[in-house]
């Protein structure tokens, strides 16, 4: 059983740096929809048959644990990190969790086969980000491992809870929003610190740790 871990933030951004923030996410985000149809869709494409019952016993045989089917009827579609070795390394693992998402939705709308997949799939599972988006999720090898809000009060807000809350951090699209408030103009009174709290933590009595630091307000 693993331990929980945490990552928090609130960080105020100047009201001239949200547009750049908000569009860095935004295209992130697509990008992962994009890229994970076009997964999703060679998936279809190497599964020996479209037959509905046949494209779960093979989606089983690749995916599953080995203890149960591939979950086609559960909404949280997870596939363990041992059970990727044949799938290509280029592609980023938010995107290949989406894949199966993508696959699911087409899978549950076939009469006897399972279509190809459809941007319709991927809207149902993952909504385009538009220039009204403000909540973004942030997906690793699992999806909605986090999510930044960005209001329209300028300030951001990261939250993750989980057993693997740290690792990610490191994924593709949270690079993007470093990378996003790493070009960031910080002015007075703006910024903040991307806080970590784990069960060993508070077992120690300690508060919890700084992990990043932005602008001139956490200085």
Same mark, same amino acid.
């Given at each position: ?8 933030? #609130? ?26 149809? #076009? ?147 910080? #002015? ?32």
């Amino acid at each position: 059983m693993g331990h929980w871990s945490e990552e928090t933030a #609130t960080i105020i951004l100047p009201k001239t740096a949200v547009p750049a923030v908000r569009r860095a996410l935004r295209e992130s985000h697509n990008l992962v929809r994009e890229a994970a149809l #076009t997964r999703a869709k060679e998936i279809h494409r190497e599964v020996r048959t479209t037959s509905k019952k046949s494209f779960d016993a093979d989606m089983t045989e690749r995916y599953s644990d080995g203890s149960k089917r591939f979950p086609w009827s559960s909404g949280s579609i997870v596939i363990p990190a041992h059970l990727r070795h044949h799938e290509p390394a280029s592609v980023d693992d938010a995107a290949q969790g989406l894949a199966h998402h993508i696959l699911r939705q087409a899978y549950l709308r076939a009469k006897g086969s399972v279509p190809v997949p459809t941007q319709a799939d991927v809207e149902a599972v993952f909504p385009k980000a538009t220039t009204r988006t403000t909540s973004f999720p942030i997906l690793g090898d699992h999806c909605a491992d986090a999510e930044v809000t960005i209001g329209e009060d300028g300030i951001l807000h990261w939250e993750r809870l989980s057993e693997r809350a740290h690792s990610v951090m490191e994924t593709g699209m949270a690079r993007v929003l470093w990378r996003a408030l790493d070009e960031v103009k910080w #002015t007075r009174g703006t910024g903040g610190e991307v806080l970590h709290q784990s069960e060993h933590s508070v077992e120690a009595f300690a508060g919890p740790s700084v992990v990043k630091v932005y602008g001139k307000r956490a200085a």
